[in-house]
């Protein structure tokens, strides 16, 4: 990637505030995980992955936090949390942009 490319992508990337969650429990609920996350701070959106044609979850979700900031922090203290007996992992979420 050139360095042209990169300057846009990182124009055009909001991922340093949407935080990668794994490890989720399937019995957890939607609540649980969100309660977990915002321990750290309000949770501005959250997505929970699951499955298109039976509808279960997959165990990871994705939480949009205010700012950089707060992701991080949510990466730092979320690593390792508890959440019905399994240690949460994650991450910031990476988002690829796709070149024209």
Known sequence: MDDDAVAVAS???RCSRMVYVGNIAF???EEEARGACELISP????????DAATGKRKGYAFMDYADDAKA???CRN?????LRVRPLRVGLAITHVSSI
């Open 11 to 13: 124009a055009n990337c």
């Open 27 to 29: 019995n957890a609920s």
């Open 43 to 50: 949770v501005l959106s959250m997505r929970l992955a699951t």
């Open 72 to 74: 991080q922090s949510a």
């Open 78 to 82: 979320l690593q390792g949390h508890l």
